[in-house]
């Protein structure tokens, strides 16, 4: 068994920005996330619900420390790029982190 830490994030967009945004979210969180020491895996998951679009990344990470080289001291809040207003909805303070067990 192998203990990690799964953090996820959770974005809404216009459905219509959907395929757009994921493309961003691509060429910024996901590529930043993959050249941090102790980033072990990121996915992107995305559902439409109508005119909406909801995101979620979710990401695993060897330690809170590996964490804090992505998200900052206060790694518990949602950390945003600069043209995320530009498709956001809302801007959600939190993020979730939980221990994940791989056996």
């Known amino acids: 068994m192998e ?3 799964t953090r996820i994030w959770h974005g809404r967009t216009k459905a219509t920005d959907a395929d757009l945004y994921l493309k961003y979210v691509e060429d910024t969180g996901i590529a930043e996330y993959k050249n941090i ?3 072990l895996s990121a996915e992107i998951w ?5 005119d909406v679009c909801h995101f979620w990344t979710v990401t695993k990470w060897d330690s809170y420390d590996s964490i804090k080289l992505f ?5 518990e809040k949602a950390r945003y790029f600069e043209q995320d207003a530009n498709y956001l ?3 959600e303070e ?3 982190h939980m221990e994940a067990f791989i056996y």
């Open 94 to 96: 939190y993020v979730q």
């Open 3 to 5: 203990k990690v830490i």
């Open 37 to 39: 020491k102790g980033n």
């Open 71 to 75: 998200a900052g001291k206060d790694y």
């Open 89 to 91: 909805l809302e801007f």
């Open 46 to 50: 995305r559902k439409t619900d109508g």
